[in-house]
C-alpha cells in the first residue's frame, strides 16, 4: 500500500502551518513530515516536532550522504526534507505532507511528479503583511526580507498544478484535503 504525497509550498506567513493544522483535525489520512533546520527554535517551536533543528555540520553531513530529498537555503538557514520520514509516512498508506519552501517544493515536485502540489497564496499582500507582523517573532529587516521574497516566490506558483488563496483558512483546509483522492 503507498500514500500520496503533498506539497505545500507558498511565502512566509501566508498561513501554510495553520491551514495544515486544520488539514490535520479533520482528515486522519494525513501526516505532517517533520523537515530540518538549522535555524534556531522560536519559543513556541518543540524539537522532533516543529522541526528536528541541526546544527550546520550535522545538516550538510545528512545531505552529502543522501538522507534528505531535498534541502537549500532560506532565509540563511538551511531546511530539508529527511527522506525516511517521508518514506515511512507513503509505506503506511497515509498522506504525507510537506510544508516546504519553493524551492524545495519545485525540486520535490521534479523528482515525484506524482506529488500533489500545492501553492498558497495571501489575498493581499498587504494582509500577507500584517500576518508577519502579528507573529511578533521578526525583526523589522526580517520582515522586509520576506516580503521581498514573497514577491519573488509567488511568481513560482505557475509551477505547481493548485494555487488556493488562504482567505479563510477553513474553507482552503477543505479545498486542500479534496485535491487528494480517497482510496
Known sequence: MSGSLVIV??????????????????????ERVVTCTTRPPRPNDVPGVTYHFLNRQEFLRRAREGHLLEYKEVH????GTPLAGVQDILGRGKIAVLNIDVQGGTEVLAK?????????????????????RSRA??????IRLRLRNAIEEMRAASAYPHQLVNDDVDRCAAALSALVPRT
Open 9 to 30: 509550498s507558498g511565502p512566509s506567513g501566508v498561513g501554510k502551518d495553520t491551514v495544515i493544522r486544520r488539514w490535520l483535525e479533520t482528515d486522519p489520512r494525513l
Open 76 to 79: 540563511g538557514n538551511l531546511y
Open 112 to 132: 515525484r511528479p506524482d506529488a500533489i502540489g500545492v501553492f498558497l497564496l495571501p489575498p493581499s499582500m498587504e494582509e500577507l503583511e500584517r500576518r508577519l
Open 137 to 142: 517573532e521578526d525583526s523589522e529587516e526580517q
